[in-house]
Every structure is written in structure tokens, then in C-alpha cells.
């Protein structure tokens, strides 16, 4: 991530460290302006199978297929409107069944458990994928337009 990293143990744990302005390392309430040492993210109760690191928020997809997101939501990029939720230091969790999560600088990129691909947050360069410009983003998952008949099994992003 911007400044952030993450790490996923053997048996499922979370660590963080870096960065902690804007929530993105899920630490609770009261974010550290920084952490120097990996700390164990404690408010994840179920064991994650997936992590992501992305501008200024985070994302771990845990053992119900299930994907939390925390962190900046300045242009929608948790899946919740940026005029209701600004940051988020608790994670919240984004509805659906989810195989893998990929986070840019602010937008976010998930592959459902069926093979879909869906995105939200900034739309600036076309980043979501769905043929349009959105600069201020978009808060709602948008299913990216890709050709028919592909069977998609991995999605990645950059910064």
C-alpha cells in the first residue's frame, strides 16, 4: 500500500504496520499516526484467507468468503457512499461472496466466488472497467465489462 503494509500468518492472522492516518490499518477507533513494528490486527474474528493493500485503505477477504475493507473512502472506495463515511477505522464489510480482492490507489477490484469481476471507488482513468469516467467515483460495485465467455481467475491492480 501507500505507506502501509500487510501480512497474512500460515494460521490466518493479519499484521499491520505503517501508515495509519485514515484508518487503513484497521487498528480501531483511535488509528496510530504511525506503527514501526508489525502489529497483530485484533478486531478480525475470523481467520482471513486473502489481504490487500491499497492507496490509503486495506482489505481482507476472511474464511466465509466474505471481504472486509477499511481505511480512506474519499471516492467510494469501501463500497459505501464518501457523503455518509469519509474514513473507516473499523472494517466494514462489503456484501457478496468474494475469491479475491485487488486494491489501486482508490478504487478496489473484487472476483465473486462465481467468477465475476466488480469494482468501485475512483473512475478518473477508467479504472473500474465499465466504459466510464467517474472522477468523483463510485460508491456502488460496478460489474467491469469484459468480453463473453472468459473465465477469470485472478485480477490485480496498481498504484
Known amino acids: 500500500g501507500a505507506q502501509h503494509s ?7 492472522g493479519v499484521l499491520a504496520w ?3 492516518k485514515h484508518g487503513r490499518l484497521g487498528l480501531g477507533p483511535e488509528p496510530p499516526d504511525a506503527v514501526l513494528l508489525p502489529r497483530r490486527v485484533s478486531a478480525l474474528l475470523e481467520p482471513a484467507l486473502r489481504i490487500a493493500a491499497g492507496g490509503r485503505h486495506s482489505a481482507v477477504i476472511v474464511k466465509n468468503q466474505r471481504c472486509l475493507l477499511t481505511g480512506s473512502n474519499d471516492h467510494g472506495q469501501l463500497g ?5 463515511l469519509k474514513d473507516s477505522c473499523a472494517f466494514l464489510d ?15 477490484l473484487l472476483l465473486s466466488r462465481d467468477g465475476v469481476v466488480f469494482a468501485c ?3 478518473d482513468q477508467g479504472q473500474l472497467g465499465n466504459g466510464q469516467v467517474e472522477a468523483k467515483g463510485c460508491s456502488d460495485l460496478r460489474q467491469v465489462s469484459l468480453p463473453p465467455g472468459l ?7 496498481g498504484p
Open 6 to 12: 500487510l501480512a497474512l500468518s500460515v494460521g490466518g
Open 18 to 20: 505503517g501508515c495509519g
Open 80 to 84: 459505501q457512499s464518501p457523503s455518509h
Open 94 to 108: 462489503l456484501p457478496g461472496h468474494w475469491k479475491a480482492v485487488a486494491l489501486g490507489s482508490s478504487h478496489s
Open 121 to 123: 471507488g475512483k473512475s
Open 151 to 157: 473465465a477469470i481467475m485472478g485480477i490485480a491492480t
